[in-house]
């Protein structure tokens, strides 16, 4: 890119939210871009540190657990689709050279990007955002399976989409942000559109599993990861005295973090295993376990590759560090994107899925062990770690950007990796 380009990231969330498009900065700033980064305030130390000057357009994100949900983007994300448009137009008064890469649902980013026509860069995290009747995302997913899939591709799941356009709160404020900065409404639509912006998808292809009916402009470029921050010397010190651990984590705001631990302390002692336990929300009574190692956090980059196992809620980074790290893991989803997450992992071969809460430690020992024991997912987590080792997704985003037209925001010849070699996965 020029050095007097400029670029705009745009995205709100949790640390998973938020952890690719850190990724993304110090390659932009090595070649002297300006970057600025328009995110929730608690995120301005970790932007600034990568690089990028910070403006916040939103208060810190409640936990996803037990919120209502409307409640919280009509407090937290509506209003910073304002913010982030009124920068990014201060911006382009400044630089008409301006660029922007924003996540999914930043609306204010995406309708500026429109109405200053400047080369601009969607991106998504997970292939359950995307709308599809093919593959819909669980639970939908039963309605286009079976022998009588197709009334559910061709008329109930259309209809369903259809229905939940027409009555949508969110559709309504969205519309009426659109119109408030001279876009046009989002339409009604009874079947898939194409997106009208190239997207970046954050996953590899073979995780993805494209569809026939998927805009044909989404391009899956692998799973971004950062830079690995080393352990502390305590907890590499209890890697180095013990057998391989299990590590737990059950993802930000979870309602009941008592519940997950003690059934995951009761999983340590049904395997006879040591286990490291990753939250805010660890009881204190494990604190002082010598078989338990507790963290708020931790770089899973640098803990996962000696370790045995991952147990986690099923968010996307969560999910692609277990598979990065080539060890097994078994999703427990709560909501969002991860459900079908932890289906496409069991589908995969890569670990198990437990898609409920009532199962008891006893049920999810037993899956852990068959699942550790598994040749097949051992070959599975073989190629795929050697798969998601070849991709470059930060550089195929960058080159994704720079390929977009001077004055549109359509792509010209802006591509992802070579694929190949997926194919012959997906056959494996």
Not at 15 to 23: H, K, N, Q, V, Y
Not at 36 to 50: I, Q, T
Request: charge should be positive; include cysteine.
């Amino acid at each position: 890119m020029p050095n007097n380009d400029e670029v705009i990231i745009c995205t709100l969330g949790t640390r998973g939210d938020i952890a690719p498009f850190l990724s993304l900065i110090p390659r932009l700033v090595s070649q002297g871009t300006k970057v600025w980064a328009l995110s929730n305030d608690n995120w301005r130390g970790d932007f600034e540190s990568a690089g990028a000057v910070f403006e916040p357009i939103a208060k810190e994100d409640d936990p996803q657990d037990g919120r209502d949900n409307y409640s919280f983007f009509k407090r937290n994300v509506f209003p910073s689709f304002a913010r982030s448009f009124s920068f990014v137009a201060e911006r382009v008064a400044a630089n008409r050279e301006v660029r922007i890469i924003y996540r999914s649902n930043m609306l204010g980013a995406e309708c500026a990007a429109d109405q200053f026509r400047l080369r601009a860069l969607r991106v998504t995290l997970q292939p359950s955002s995307i709308r599809s009747y093919d593959r819909p995302p669980w639970p939908l997913s039963g309605a286009s399976a079976g022998p009588f899939g197709w009334l559910g591709r061709y008329f109930i799941l259309p209809a369903l989409y259809l229905m939940v356009q027409l009555f949508s709160r969110y559709r309504r404020r969205a519309n009426a942000f659109r119109k408030s900065v001279g876009c046009a409404a989002e339409r009604l639509s009874w079947r898939s559109r194409e997106p009208g912006r190239l997207t970046a998808l954050l996953c590899p292809e073979w995780f993805a599993m494209p569809q026939a009916d998927w805009p044909r402009d989404i391009v899956p470029v692998g799973f971004v990861f950062g830079g690995a921050t080393p352990l502390d010397p305590d907890l590499g010190q209890f890697l180095s005295s013990r057998d391989r651990p299990l590590v737990f984590t059950p993802g930000t705001g979870i309602a009941d973090p008592a519940a997950f631990f003690a059934k995951a302390r009761s999983v340590c002692g049904l395997l006879g295993v040591p286990g490291i336990f990753l939250s805010k929300a660890v009881p204190e009574t494990y604190r002082s376990d010598p078989e338990i190692a507790c963290r708020d956090f931790v770089d899973l980059s640098s803990l996962l590759p000696r370790c045995a196992a991952l147990v986690h809620h099923g968010g996307i980074g969560s999910t692609a560090q277990a598979i990065r790290a080539g060890i097994p893991q078994m999703v427990i989803p709560r909501g969002f994107d991860q459900p079908d997450n932890a289906l496409r992992v069991a589908q995969l071969g890569l670990g198990g899925a437990v898609l409920g809460q009532h199962f008891s430690a006893a049920e999810w020992a037993r899956l852990l062990r068959k699942t550790l024991e598994s040749g097949h997912v051992q070959s599975q987590l073989r190629i795929a770690k050697a798969l998601t080792e070849r991709d470059d997704p930060i550089g195929s985003c960058l080159d994704m950007l720079i390929g977009l037209q001077e004055s549109a925001c359509c792509p010209t010849t802006a591509t992802g990796p070579d694929v190949s070699q997926i194919r012959t996965y997906e056959a494996a």
